[in-house]
């Protein structure tokens, strides 16, 4: 129950960060998380500390949390990192994948191009990245990827609620790589992966800049 009610506070507080109800430097107080989620403090201090790992808070004076100030240049390490890393994946996923995984992957595909909604189409552009990284079948660049989605998932999944042109760019990304998937092209998955992840940093960094004062 606790691991349950934590990980709701942190959704919660995690969705506030990004659509910019919280402001950088804004207090991230135990006592009164608590009292406004009605829990104890420990579930809500495993919230802060996941907040924490996810470079979202960090400890301010006297070491508690803020709402963390994310510049565009931090960002932007984040996603080459991503990028480099699941590119590496997906061109090991177009030689590597059955044709049970592929057929998969268009569906997913496919499913994406029929939904207009938002949110639910950040579900579907998760399942479509699980997918890729499953289909490599490498441990190892799959843990490295999911320490950086902890990261950046959440920024990635703004981008389709702050700007709707995003679902449309991203569906044909989506597009494109499975299709290279599909003609075991792995050098041409690899570069339009990383073209896909960066075009998610550079809707990112104009949503940052309009929240500029």
Same mark, same amino acid.
């Given at each position: ?6 990980e709701n %506070? ?8 990004? &659509?910019?109800?919280? &402001? @950088?430097?804004e207090?991230l107080? *135990?006592?009164?998380? &608590? ?13 802060l ?8 808070a ?18 932007? *390490?984040?996603f ?24 998969t992957?268009v ?5 994406g191009h029929?939904?207009?909604? @938002? ?5 579907? !552009? ?5 997918? %890729? ?15 950086? !989605? ?5 920024w ?5 609620? *702050? ?12 597009? &494109?790589?499975?299709?290279a ?20 940093y ?12």
């Amino acid at each position: 129950m606790t691991i349950r009610t934590a990980e709701n %506070i942190y959704e919660t507080l995690v969705d506030g960060i990004v &659509a910019g109800r919280m &402001a @950088p430097g804004e207090p991230l107080v *135990e006592q009164a998380l &608590a009292e406004q989620f009605g829990v104890s403090r420990t579930p809500v201090r495993e919230a802060l500390h996941r907040l924490e790992q996810a470079n979202l808070a960090e400890r301010g004076a006297r070491r508690a949390f803020v709402v963390r100030r994310m510049a565009p240049e931090d960002l932007a *390490e984040l996603f080459e990192a991503a990028g480099e890393v699941e590119s590496a994946l997906a061109a090991l996923s177009a030689h590597r994948m059955t044709e049970i995984e592929r057929r998969t992957l268009v569906a997913i595909v496919d499913e994406g191009h029929a939904c207009d909604d @938002p949110a639910a189409y950040g579900q579907i !552009n998760t399942r479509f990245h699980e997918a %890729i990284k499953a289909g490599a079948r490498n441990t190892i660049l799959a843990s490295t990827l999911d320490e950086l !989605n902890l990261r950046t998932s959440s920024w990635r999944a703004a981008n389709f609620v *702050e700007n709707r042109r995003r679902l449309s760019t991203s569906r044909a990304e989506h597009r &494109a790589i499975a299709d290279a998937i599909l003609a075991q092209d792995a050098e041409a998955t690899r570069r339009l992966m990383r073209s896909h992840v960066a075009s998610s940093y550079v809707v990112l960094v104009d949503l940052l800049a309009r929240r500029l004062p």
